[in-house]
């Protein structure tokens, strides 16, 4: 579940902003967070229903024609205040390594694009980007 909860991530607290909300216990829930990547990536809506299915370290287009659709690629009747022109965290971390190999190297965290839905990562945390609060 996913409410319209988001903060701009730019020289922020984002874990001050969870514990503030969790606090006002909104939708009877305290158990709010930074939602995953899988989690952020199934709210894309590509309005021709063609997607591309991204592996899951794969950064790319979740929408098959994100050059041709309208903005944005999420169901605006659910999420009518989304801004299309920025990104959102997600609390998955972006490694990268070889198949089989035991070193992992950090490279950021993954973020979605609801503008024409894109899954990327930022390997810094100062990029101007949202959060938008989930809860189990």
């Excluded at 939602?35 to 021709?48: F, H, M």
């Excluded at 009518?80 to 920025?86: F, G, H, K, L, Q």
């Excluded at 997600?90 to 035991?102: E, V």
Aim: glycine share 6%; proline share 4%.
């Amino acid at each position: 579940r996913i409410i319209q909860l988001h903060q701009i991530l730019f020289f922020t607290n984002t874990d001050g902003y969870i514990i503030a909300v969790n606090k006002q216990i909104l939708c009877g829930s305290k158990d709010w967070r930074v939602p995953t990547r899988n989690e952020l990536i199934s709210l894309v809506s590509c309005p021709d229903n063609k997607y591309n299915i991204l592996g899951q370290d794969e950064i790319g287009y979740i929408c098959t024609n994100y050059r041709t659709i309208p903005k944005p690629a999420i169901n605006t009747a659910y999420f009518p205040d989304i801004a299309d022109d920025v990104y959102y965290w997600t609390s998955s971390l972006y490694t990268n390594h070889s198949p089989g190999a035991s070193v992992y190297f950090f490279y950021g965290n993954w973020m979605v694009y609801f503008g024409w839905g894109d899954a990327t990562y930022s390997n810094t945390q100062n990029d101007n980007n949202h959060i938008r609060l989930v809860h189990s």
